[in-house]
């Protein structure tokens, strides 16, 4: 069975640039969640969503922002960038997110110059 | 925090030895700890839960020890092997559903021959 497959993997941009991140869960997992993961805040839960609605948010700004569509993939986007943004964004998909194991993907990397 | 890039606690186990990696969790309230570990390169990967009406829980080569007095969780790992090198987080759950998980910093585990 796949894994969740996160694209792209590498990305560049500049500051003031948006962002689109994509993410497929594994088949039948219905909630994906996404973590930001930097040297200096270490793994950071952005935002869930199941069933295309929002479930859970962290503590981020408005410029970080998400959608599932009715297959539970999901995207991420990040608007107005800054050089901090540059981090592992994550994602990660379970059956329910009520318990169990969450599946991660390898990640997108964002670099912002 | 993230495995590159930022100095780490580490751990050098010799191959064959018994490895113990600890973590202290913030919030009493906290039901749900889980340990991950993080290859170089690629997303965490779940190896362990609890919950906090256990005080411990096996898997394979792996035990979870939780104690709610000193909120403090470790993860034993057996017979440690060079594939078990890499970077393992605890995290907790502090509310909301159990995709939305607190992560510590992160031990990185070192197996030398």
């Known amino acids: 069975k796949a894994g969740v497959t996160q694209t792209p993997r590498y990305l560049i941009k500049t500051r003031g640039q948006q962002v689109t991140l994509s993410c497929s869960p594994i088949s039948g997992h219905r909630s994906v969640s996404w973590y930001q993961q930097t040297p200096g805040q270490g793994l950071q839960f952005l935002f869930e969503?199941?069933?295309?609605?929002?479930?859970n948010k962290g503590n981020f700004p408005g410029r970080f922002s998400g959608r599932q569509f009715s297959n539970s993939r999901s995207e991420m986007n990040v608007s107005t960038l800054e050089l901090g943004d540059s981090a592992l964004y994550l994602c990660?998909?379970?059956?329910?997110?009520?318990?169990?194991?969450?599946?991660f993907g390898e990640g997108s990397r964002l670099t912002v110059l | 925090g993230e495995s590159v890039g930022l100095h780490l606690p580490t751990l050098s186990v010799q191959e064959g030895d018994n490895s113990i990696i600890n973590c202290a969790y913030s919030?009493?309230?906290?039901?749900?700890f889980i340990w991950y570990k993080q290859e170089s390169g690629k997303g965490p990967q779940f190896i362990i839960d609890?919950?906090?009406?256990?005080d411990k829980r096996q898997g394979q080569r792996v035990t979870v020890l939780l104690n709610k007095t000193v909120k403090h969780l470790s993860l034993q790992i057996a017979a440690t092997q060079p594939g078990d090198s890499a970077v393992y987080f605890c995290?907790?759950?502090?509310?909301?559903?159990?995709?939305?998980?607190?992560f510590g910093t992160g031990t990185r585990l070192q197996v030398t021959l």
């Open positions: 990660a998909s379970s059956l329910a997110g009520e318990g169990g194991e969450l599946f």
């Open positions: 995290a907790e759950n502090k509310g909301g559903t159990a995709s939305k998980l607190t």
């Open positions: 969503y199941f069933s295309e609605t929002q479930r």
């Open positions: 919030n009493s309230a906290s039901d749900y």
């Open positions: 609890i919950r906090s009406n256990m």
